[in-house]
């Protein structure tokens, strides 16, 4: 099968950055086929409807991430996945990384390292401390632009439609099935904004203590309650 790679990107009240990630997009070292998908959570579509490039398939759906990416996911025509977060930005030969990584046999997806945004030393510990975390764990998060070989991903079910740790409740299912992802050292970079707004220790120490709760077995609707 030809390497068609669709990219989708759920969205919720993004206008302002959707034109800005296709066409950075658009601008990688790909010279096969590149299906990108937004899937809009606002029933308003106030995202989707602010996208002026041709090249985009644009969807209203339910909010959630994981219900927007299964919608994304279901319409796709590549053979590859690629779960992009708007805030995050991929490297120049990302995508000829990705289906390098698809190409063997064993592997069924994978993520990159995660790289943050900024010059503040500060998130070269996080980032330090998050890709060898996830490397250690096998559970890599969605800021690291998780992607998968579509028959796997359509085999194992997809997202669970909860609030939050589904990219987290979906790893813990591939672990369980023995099944081999690849981490891919080329750093992604995503948005430092949620960091600069709630406080680079609040924020690291928030999330961390929530994907520890949610590994100890309390449920991802209380959880939500302590992340907006």
């Known amino acids: 099968m030809k390497n068609q790679i669709s990219i989708i990107i759920p969205v ?106 900024s010059e503040k030393k500060a998130f070269r510990a996080i980032e330090l401390i998050a890709s060898t975390r996830s490397r250690l764990t096998r559970i890599p998060y969605g800021d690291q632009a998780i992607f998968f070989k579509k028959r796997f991903f359509d085999h194992i079910g997809g997202y669970r439609d909860i609030p939050i740790m589904e990219d987290v409740e979906l790893m813990q299912r591939v672990k369980k099935a023995g099944k081999k992802i690849k981490f891919i050292s080329r750093k992604v970079q995503t948005d430092s904004r949620r960091w600069e707004k709630e406080g680079i220790v609040y924020c690291t120490l928030r999330n961390w203590s929530l994907r520890t709760l949610y590994l100890l077995g309390v449920s991802p609707e209380k959880l939500k309650k302590f992340y907006s």
Not at 41 to 46: L, Y
Not at 75 to 81: K, R, S
Not at 84 to 100: E, K, Y
Request: charged content about 20%.
């Open 12 to 117: 919720f009240n993004e206008s302002r950055r959707i034109n800005a990630t296709i066409d950075h997009l658009n601008h990688r070292d790909w010279n096969g086929d590149l299906e990108i998908i937004v899937v809009d959570g606002n029933p308003e579509g106030n995202t989707v409807n602010t996208i002026t490039r041709s090249n985009v398939q644009k969807i209203i759906g339910q909010k959630g991430r994981g219900s927007q990416m299964n919608r994304g996911a279901a319409v796709a025509g590549g053979n590859i996945l690629l779960f992009l977060h708007a805030d995050t930005r991929l490297s120049h030969d990302a995508l000829n990384q990705i289906v390098a990584a698809t190409k063997q046999p064993d592997v069924v997806g994978g993520a990159f390292d995660l790289g943050i945004n």
